[in-house]
């Protein structure tokens, strides 16, 4: 069960927190209300516990965090219980309320209760989960930010998985803040490891670390390196990926700017109204930028452009379909035909 607690007292919030993880909760607390929709957006959590003045104050914060976590069950907490309160809590989504200080038993009891609810229902109306892994921060929003910014913008959770944190091509503090940036602009769940750059083995702590992440998220569908890379990080990657996400349904690569001529795509995600998202992803490695041709934002729109001649639309990302089991009744990510293998996200 994954919680999110937005309590703006600390001590109350601590408490919260110790109770929730000791029945077995996956709790994310945010002691400034402005931070919740980010970190809703990232968590993709269950249950959000929060002040019941919340709905009123700091911007509506729980109004803002349900746009952010539309399948969350919201609980609130009030230091007095009234009509008036009650029917203002219910309007604005709230599933329950309770009269703080709360004891331990009945706060576990409410959230195991919301928290099923909201998984019965997400599981009736399910979103895809899709990972996508890159061996240092760029590579994905390079890659595929414009079909993630389209899974986003259907409702999937979108989880990125980077393998290192480009330390032989940058200052490592400086590329993870600018990896940081680009998944909460995205709306994304952000791991990053911190695996030698360009050492990154096929198999040990490099396929530990993604089969460990396949194994929290249980993606629908991942993206990730090519085979036909002169990168030796990116075919390590993609190796240890294709291992540790056998059992995903849809697996496809994307294209780097160090594909070679054999990155022979087989699907085109079109990503017409996404291309400004994948533009300001990109703008968040400003130490990138100024060093990497491929960055330049014409280059960028003139690659999009060039697909769509295989693909719909004005703008396109290729892919590589490695593996596509996706059973017809499944979210569908991407659908392709032997007689126009177009991608659909």
């Known amino acids: 069960m994954r919680v999110l607690v937005v309590l703006q007292d600390h001590r109350a919030a601590g408490h919260a927190a110790q109770v929730l993880r000791g029945a077995g909760a996956d709790v994310v607390t945010v002691a400034d209300p402005a931070h919740a929709p980010t970190a809703a957006a990232a968590g993709d959590p269950d249950v959000v516990v929060a002040d019941a003045d919340l709905l009123t104050r700091a911007g ?5 965090v349900r746009t952010q976590a539309p399948d969350a069950a919201v609980l609130l907490l009030t230091d007095r219980l ?17 009269v703080a200080p709360v004891d331990g038993p009945a706060l576990v009891a409410a959230v195991e209760r919301l928290g099923a609810r909201a998984r019965g229902a997400r599981s009736r109306t399910r979103r895809a989960v899709v990972l996508a892994v890159g061996a240092h921060p760029d590579d994905v929003e390079i890659g595929v930010g414009g079909t993630l910014a389209a899974h986003r913008a259907r409702g999937d959770a979108v989880v990125v998985l980077t393998l290192s944190r480009g330390a032989r091509g940058g200052e490592a503090a400086v590329r993870e803040a600018e990896a940081v940036a680009a998944a909460e602009l995205l709306g994304a769940r952000l791991f990053l490891r911190d695996l030698p750059d360009t050492a990154l083995g096929t ?3 490099t396929l530990a670390a993604v089969e460990e992440v396949v194994a929290e998220v249980r993606p629908d569908v991942v993206y990730t390196h090519g085979a036909h890379d002169r990168h030796q990080d990116h075919r390590a990657v993609h190796e240890a990926t294709v291992v540790a996400a056998r059992r995903v349904p849809f697996v496809a690569c994307y294209q780097s700017p160090s594909s070679t001529v054999d990155f022979r795509p087989t699907s085109y995600a079109t990503i ?6 994948k533009l300001a992803l990109l703008r968040c490695y400003a130490s990138q930028s100024a060093v990497r041709v491929y960055l330049d934002p014409a280059l960028v729109v003139a ?6 001649r295989l693909g719909d639309g004005d703008a396109v990302e290729p892919l590589e379909v490695v593996r596509d089991v996706t059973p017809a009744h499944a979210v569908a990510t991407t659908r392709s035909t032997a007689a126009a293998p177009t991608a659909e996200v």
């Open 60 to 64: 509506r914060v729980v109004e803002t």
């Open 82 to 98: 009234d009509v008036e309160g009650a029917l203002t809590a219910l309007r604005h989504g709230a599933q329950d309320l309770l």
């Open 203 to 205: 198999s040990g702590a």
């Open 272 to 277: 017409d109204g996404h291309v400004e998202t």
């Open 303 to 308: 690659t999009a452009r060039y697909w769509s």
